[in-house]
């Protein structure tokens, strides 16, 4: 069955520190796909990134990037110069489709808190 | 162009009463799928629907618990006699073609407190 595992329940940092939260996976199929998603204070589900497991190339999108490593089960996100504005809770998750449709199986979550 | 979009945000029902929760997918996408998010937790699929038909519902309580999504309207997420157990936050997804691996977008929530 797929699992997705994010060991870091909360994580605090100082403003303009570097984090980076874990995302460990388990699945059967060779085909899948990994999303990060953020929940602010706000509550809603903030779309992030979305990799499929046949491309290993790292992303870089400002501040974050993201580092998809198949050989080790893993997909961490690191947050370069944190900032006030990053404190959310971020969700990692996976999509399995031969096995489980178009569900997604989420991580449990990290809470992330940047401190000015 | 307006996201998803889920309502109420804010639900307060007492236990035995019954509780309707919206969702409008993105404009152009055919294809909503529910999630509970219980509390300090994260989110569990429920239910995938494309217009008219459920196609997965494999994570739905089987009791009480029902979705659908009609070929004009918004989809519903209906729960009957609601528990207190019931009490989490509920969203709705959306995606255009419904191809295996696609991007979910998310709805901002309906918070459901059972009295």
């Not at chain 1, 940092?13 to 899948?32: F, G, I, P, Q, S």
């Not at chain 1, 996100?77 to 998750?93: G, H, K, M, N």
């Not at chain 2, 009463?17 to 529910?34: D, N």
């Not at chain 2, 997965?56 to 009480?64: A, I, T, V, W």
């Amino acid at each position: 069955a797929q699992k997705v595992t994010q060991a870091q329940t909360e994580i605090s940092v100082v403003e303009k520190e570097d984090v980076t939260l874990d995302c460990v996976y388990e699945t059967r199929d060779t085909t899948y796909y990994l999303f990060w998603y953020k929940q602010p204070p706000s509550g809603e589900l903030v779309f992030l990134i979305r990799r499929n497991s046949f491309d290993e190339q790292n992303e870089i999108s400002g501040r974050y990037s993201w580092n998809f490593q198949k050989s080790t089960s893993s997909f961490n996100f690191t947050i370069t110069a944190s900032q006030v504005v990053d404190s959310a809770v971020y969700f990692c998750a996976l999509s399995e489709p031969l096995n489980a449709g178009n569900m997604l199986t989420f991580g449990g979550g990290t809470r992330l808190m940047v401190k000015p | 162009n307006a996201g998803v979009m889920q309502n109420p945000r804010h639900l307060v029902r007492r236990r035995g009463q019954e509780a309707r929760l919206r969702c409008s997918p993105m404009k152009g996408h055919s294809h909503v799928y529910w999630y509970r998010q219980l509390p300090e937790e994260g989110l569990k699929f429920m239910v995938y629907l494309q217009k008219e038909n459920i196609i997965d519902e494999s994570g739905m309580p089987k009791e009480r618990f029902s979705a659908e999504f009609p070929k004009e309207g918004p989809s519903i997420l209906r729960i009957q006699q609601v528990v207190r157990g019931d009490s989490a936050a509920y969203f709705c997804a959306s995606s255009p073609r419904g191809t295996r691996g696609e991007t979910q977008y998310f709805g901002p929530g309906t918070r459901l407190l059972v009295l």
